[in-house]
C-alpha cells in the first residue's frame, strides 16, 4: 500500500481496494481449460503477494540469455553472429521498464540494474558492429547514447572510433573533450586509460585505429525492422600497398627542436609533454600552411609542399611554414622557463620520388626519396639554432617575398631573414570586417578607463581566422606614445605544458622594468627595484613586492630564502593594480587555450580580484578553450567573449583592391614587392582569396607599424 499512496494520503479503505485489485488481477491471470502447470499465477506472501511465472515467460529473462551468447560470441572472435544475438536482445525493449510506475515517482533499486544492464548491451553490441566495419551505420546511434549517457567512458570512446573511421577526427577528439570536461567538472577525475590512449592513437593516427581486412563470415547489415541487407563494400577499408612511385617537384622542410642545458635537471614527463605539445605546433603549421606532415622522429619533422598538386608557391608556403614554427616556439612557455627550446630549420626545393599509399588511404603520408632529401638533411647539419636555411632553388622561387642574407653559398645555403619588408607593410593595411569587433573592445577600453573597473575580454575564433592580427591592430590603434593614454603589455609566447604562470608573470614583469635577457641577477633586481619605487610610495611597501618578485626576474634569492608561489601571484597582482593606477593598462595574451589550468585560473580571477583599477585583459583563444573550461567567464562581473567569425569572400576582395593599391601607390622595392605579391596570388578568383588568408596567418611582428 505504501507504493500506491504515500505517507497520510491513503484513504480509510485502502487494504479493501487493494485485495479487490489483486482479485481482479488473478482472474486475468487464470490460466485457460486445458492449460498446463506453466501458467502465471499471483499467491498470497508475506508481507504481500508474489508472482509466480516460467522464466521462459519473461522477456527480461531471455534478453539476459541472448546477451550472455552474443557476449560469448564476441569474446570467440566471432562480431558478426554476435552483433545479431545482441541486437535481437535490444529487440526485446520496448522503452525504459515500468515506465508507467516511474513516471508516477516510483523508483526502486532493481530497476537502476535492469537499465544499466540495457546500457551495457547497447555497447557490446556496438562493439560488435565496429569490429564488423559497421561505423556508418550505428554512427548515429552512438551519438545518442552519448548526448544521453556523458560519463560512460567506452560508449565515448566507441563514438570517438567511429567518427574516426567515418574521417572525422576533429569530431572524434571533440566528444574526448566533452566526456574529460565533464568528469573533471563533476566528479573531479581524469577519464581513464583506456580512454586517454585512444585519443593518443587518433592524434597520431595510429594505424591500429583502421580495419585492415572485412570481417570473416557473411556480412550483412540489420535494418530498422530487422531486414538483412548485403553491405556496402566501402564501408570495410581494405588496406593495398603503395601506388607505383612517381617524379613530381615538391619543397621539403626539416624542423629540429632542441632543448637547452636548462632541461638537464627536469622530470621525464614534464619534458615528454612539452615535446608532445611542440610536435603538435608544429604539425598544425605544416597543416595550415598547406603542407603535408609525412615524418617525426624525436625532435626532428619533416614536412612536403607539393606532394597533391604544385600550386606555384610552395616553395614559399614551405619558407612561411617555417618562419612561423620558429618565431612560435622561439617564444614557447612551458616547463622550461622561457629559454628552453632552440629551432632550426632548412628548406629546399626540386624533384623527389613520391609514393602515395594507396587512395583509400587518404589520411596516410606519401613516402618521399632522393637526393632533395639528403640535401635538406645536409643544410640542417649546418644551420645554427634560431636559423632558417635554404638552397639555391628555394630562394629564387621566393624571392622578394622572403628576405634573405646576401652573404650565402650554394653549399651553406642561405639564411632567412624574415618575410620581406613588404609583409611589414601588409600588416599596417586596414582591417576588414572587423570594424565592429574593434568598436566593442574600444567600448570596454573606454569604460574601465572612466569607471577605473578591470575588465577581461576573450576574443575566441577558429585557427587562422585573424585572431592574432586582431590583437595587433587593437594595439596599433590604441597604443599611443602620449603618456596621459593607455598603457599596452604584451605576452608573446605561447604556452605548453606545466610552469606557465612564472613565465608568463616573468615576461610581463620583465617588459614593463625594462630587463633584457642579457641583464645578470643584480641587474634584473636592481631594475625591478627601482620600477616598484617609482609605483609605490612607501618604501616597506616597495621592500615587500620586490622580495617577491625577485625570483621572476632573478631566478632563486639568497641560500634560505624562498618565495611561496602564492605570494608570488599575490604580490604580481598588486603590480599589476599599481601600473594601472599610474597610467590605463592593457595587458594581452594570445593563444590562452594553450595555457595550463593555473594559468588560466589566474587570468580569469584578474578582473575579479584586481580591485577598482583601469585594467583591460584581452586574451585570445581557441573554442578549445571552451570545452577545456566550459565555466569560463561564466556567471562573473566584468567578463566578455567576441568571437570573430571567418572573412567574407566580399571582405577578402575589398582586402585585394587595398593590395591594389597600395601597388599602384608604391615606387621602387616596395612597388615591386606588391607586384610579386600579386602575380603569386594568381587570376582565379578563389586562388586570390586562399593566398590572401594565408598571408593573413604570417604571425605578426609586434612592434607595431606606424
Same mark, same amino acid.
Given at each position: ?231 556496402? /563494400? ?33 622530470? /621525464? ?95 596516410? /603520408? ?334 605578426? /611582428? ?5
Amino acid at each position: 500500500m505504501k507504493a500506491l499512496w504515500a505517507g497520510d494520503d491513503a484513504p480509510t479503505s485502502a487494504r479493501k481496494i487493494l485485495q479487490n485489485a489483486v482479485s481482479g488481477l488473478r482472474g486475468a491471470l487464470a490460466p485457460p481449460p486445458g492449460a498446463g502447470q506453466d501458467a502465471a499465477s499471483l499467491l498470497t506472501r508475506a508481507p504481500g503477494y508474489m508472482l509466480r511465472v516460467d522464466p521462459e515467460q519473461i522477456d527480461l529473462y531471455h534478453f539476459y540469455q541472448q546477451v550472455e551468447a552474443g557476449r560469448t560470441r564476441l569474446a570467440a572472435g566471432s562480431p558478426e553472429a554476435a552483433a545479431q544475438l545482441l541486437r535481437d536482445a535490444l529487440g526485446l525493449w520496448r522503452g525504459p521498464a515500468l515506465a508507467d510506475l516511474v513516471e508516477t515517482g516510483i523508483s526502486w533499486p532493481e530497476l537502476v540494474g535492469v537499465r544499466n544492464a540495457r546500457l551495457d548491451a547497447m555497447e557490446d553490441y556496438f562493439e560488435a558492429e565496429l569490429a564488423c566495419g559497421r561505423h556508418h551505420a550505428v554512427l548515429s546511434e552512438l551519438e545518442t547514447l552519448v548526448e544521453a549517457e556523458t560519463m560512460r567512458e567506452r560508449s565515448c570512446g566507441q563514438l570517438m572510433l567511429a567518427l574516426y573511421r567515418c574521417g572525422r577526427q576533429a569530431d572524434a577528439l571533440t566528444v574526448y573533450g566533452r566526456v574529460r570536461a565533464a568528469l573533471v567538472e563533476d566528479l573531479g577525475l581524469e577519464p581513464g586509460r583506456d580512454l586517454q590512449t585512444l585519443q593518443h592513437a587518433i592524434l597520431t593516427h595510429d594505424p591500429g585505429l583502421t580495419l585492415t581486412e572485412p570481417p570473416a563470415g557473411d556480412a550483412y547489415v540489420i535494418g530498422s525492422r530487422g531486414e538483412r541487407t548485403p553491405p556496402v /563494400p566501402e564501408r570495410v577499408p581494405v588496406r593495398r600497398g603503395p601506388a607505383a612511385p612517381e617524379r613530381k617537384p615538391v619543397s621539403a622542410v626539416i624542423v629540429r627542436t632542441q632543448l637547452r642545458s636548462e632541461a638537464c635537471d627536469l622530470e /621525464p614527463g614534464d619534458v615528454d609533454g612539452l615535446l608532445e605539445e611542440v610536435a603538435a605546433i608544429i604539425r598544425e603549421k605544416f597543416e595550415w600552411f598547406g603542407g603535408t606532415a609525412a615524418a617525426s622522429i624525436g625532435s626532428v619533422s619533416l614536412a612536403l609542399f607539393g606532394v597533391h598538386g604544385d600550386s606555384g608557391d610552395d616553395a614559399e608556403r614551405a619558407v612561411r611554414a617555417a618562419l612561423a614554427i620558429r618565431d612560435g616556439l622561439g617564444s614557447l612557455v612551458g616547463p622550461l622557463g622561457l629559454r628552453g627550446l632552440d629551432i632550426s630549420a632548412a628548406v629546399t626545393t626540386g624533384e623527389a620520388i613520391v609514393r602515395y599509399q594507396g587512395v583509400d588511404q587518404p589520411d596516410l /603520408p606519401p613516402l618521399v626519396s632522393g637526393a632533395l632529401l639528403d640535401e635538406c638533411q645536409s643544410l640542417l647539419a649546418v644551420t645554427a639554432p634560431g636559423e632558417i636555411r635554404v638552397c639555391a632553388s628555394t630562394r629564387r622561387a621566393t624571392e622578394p617575398v622572403i628576405g634573405y642574407d646576401e652573404d650565402g653559398s650554394p653549399k651553406g645555403g642561405w639564411q632567412v631573414l624574415g618575410a620581406g619588408q613588404g609583409c611589414a607593410r601588409l600588416h599596417a593595411i586596414p582591417m576588414v570586417d572587423r570594424e565592429s569587433e574593434l568598436e566593442v573592445l574600444r567600448v570596454l577600453l573606454e569604460r574601465a578607463r572612466r569607471r577605473a573597473t578591470p575588465h577581461l575580454v576573450t576574443v575566441m575564433g577558429e585557427p587562422g581566422i585573424g585572431k592574432s592580427r586582431f590583437l595587433l591592430e587593437f594595439e596599433r590603434r590604441f597604443a599611443t606614445p602620449d603618456t596621459a593614454q593607455v598603457q599596452f603589455l604584451v605576452c608573446q609566447r605561447q604556452f605548453a605544458g606545466m610552469g606557465s604562470v612564472a613565465a608568463v608573470q616573468s615576461e610581463i614583469l620583465s617588459t614593463y622594468c625594462g630587463i633584457t635577457p642579457d641583464d645578470d641577477g643584480v641587474v634584473a633586481v636592481a631594475k625591478l627595484s627601482s620600477a616598484v619605487r617609482r609605483l609605490v610610495g612607501g618604501d616597506e611597501a616597495a621592500a615587500w613586492l620586490v622580495s617577491r618578485l625577485r625570483p621572476l626576474v632573478a631566478g632563486s634569492g639568497p641560500a634560505g630564502d624562498t618565495v611561496a608561489p602564492d605570494d608570488i601571484v599575490l604580490a604580481w597582482r598588486r603590480l599589476l593594480a599599481e601600473i594601472a593606477l599610474d597610467r590605463p593598462l592593457v595587458l594581452i595574451l594570445d593563444d590562452l587555450h594553450r595555457a595550463d589550468d593555473a594559468l588560466l585560473d589566474v587570468v580569469e580571477d584578474l578582473a575579479e580580484f584586481a580591485g577598482p583599477v583601469p585594467l583591460l585583459v584581452v586574451a585570445a583563444a581557441r573554442p578549445e578553450l571552451i570545452r577545456r573550461r566550459p565555466e569560463w567567464g561564466g556567471g562573473k562581473r566584468h567578463v566578455t567573449t567576441i568571437t570573430l567569425d571567418p572573412l567574407s569572400d566580399d571582405a577578402v576582395d575589398r582586402l585585394l583592391e587595398l593590395l591594389s593599391s597600395a601597388q599602384d601607390e608604391a615606387k621602387g622595392p616596395t612597388r615591386r614587392f606588391w607586384s610579386a605579391l600579386l602575380d603569386r596570388a594568381g587570376q582565379e578568383p578563389g586562388d586570390r582569396r586562399r593566398y590572401v588568408r594565408s598571408l593573413l596567418h604570417l604571425d605578426p /611582428p609586434r612592434s607595431v607599424p606606424a
